[in-house]
């Protein structure tokens, strides 16, 4: 069993009411302090660092939840220490922006990150974001711009740094089609779900360069779009429809009408972490 596949499971059950799920204070970007990594993606971008962010808070809580904004959309916070063998945290958040201060547990029996602190527009997990955007008919949709950036800051714990995207058939999570993953960091010691179908592939309109790794949760197919391992991507900005059409040219199975949500975060396998940052978040439906 992988590690991805458990934390799907789990997001899962969530989204159909079997468990409960949980939220994040990053200031803004700065633009500066992103040396260019392998693929030198980390200095481009144009409108991260430049929300205005609102709602605001920390919490030691394992599942705290929070509306919060940025630029006046809607955004929901979880804090998201679901994993069998979290232990604790202490998180802070201010709009999408959020710090996970300190963080103890351990990896799962069945290879489950102890948490994923993430930040989300639409609906995901058991929970749904104020108006953002999404869900929306991906018929509909002429873009779907997204950018995160995220710092370390020297955490030596074991953790991935992921986008996580639902596709559905309607608008709600009970109809949950697909998964689609972005990884920015990969980590020595864990990998996606499933089997690495790809190396060094391109994405057109997207920099650097990705292995793709395919599997199913539940009978629901998902993709994993991830960074080489050291290779990690501190900041950028793509439009998650590049990687849809991407994985349909290359005929991987990715069904849905509906793109229900775009969160990102953490998953956390083993501890101590600490002051691991979401700088800035952003999605902007069109």
Request: with cysteine; charged share 15%; hydrophobic share 35%.
């Amino acid at each position: 069993m992988t590690s991805a596949g458990s934390h799907f499971r789990v997001l899962l059950l969530a989204a159909l009411g079997v468990t409960a799920l949980g939220c994040s204070v990053g200031e803004a970007d700065e633009r500066q302090g992103f040396g260019p990594g392998d693929d030198g993606t980390e200095t481009e971008w144009t409108e991260l660092g430049t929300g205005t962010m609102t709602g605001s808070g920390s919490t030691a809580e394992q599942y705290t939840k929070a509306d919060v904004t940025r630029d006046g959309v809607n955004y929901f916070f979880m804090a998201n220490g679901w994993g069998p063998k979290f232990q604790s945290h202490s998180i802070s958040w201010n709009g999408t922006s959020f710090k996970v201060e300190n963080m103890l547990g351990t990896q799962g029996d069945n290879y489950e990150p102890a948490s994923y602190p993430t930040v989300f527009c639409g609906a995901y997990s058991d929970s749904v974001s104020g108006q953002c955007g999404l869900p929306a008919a991906l018929d509909q949709l002429t873009s779907l711009r997204t950018g995160w950036s995220w710092r370390g800051n020297g955490s030596e714990g074991e953790y991935n740094a992921a986008y996580d995207i639902w596709l559905g058939n309607g608008t709600t999570t009970d109809t949950l089609s697909a998964y689609l993953m972005v990884w920015y960091r990969d980590p020595p010691g864990q990998q996606p779900g499933g089997t690495r179908t790809v190396i060094g592939a391109e994405v057109a309109n997207v920099p650097g360069l990705w292995n793709i790794w395919t599997g199913a949760v539940f009978n629901r197919p998902y993709l994993a779009y991830v960074r080489a391992e050291g290779g990690d991507t501190l900041a950028m900005e793509f439009d998650v429809l590049d990687f849809v059409r991407d994985a349909k040219a290359r005929q991987l199975n990715l069904p849905g009408t509906q793109l229900l949500s775009v969160a990102v975060g953490f998953e956390i396998w083993n501890g101590p972490v600490n002051n691991l940052e979401t700088v800035d978040f952003f999605v902007d439906a069109k």
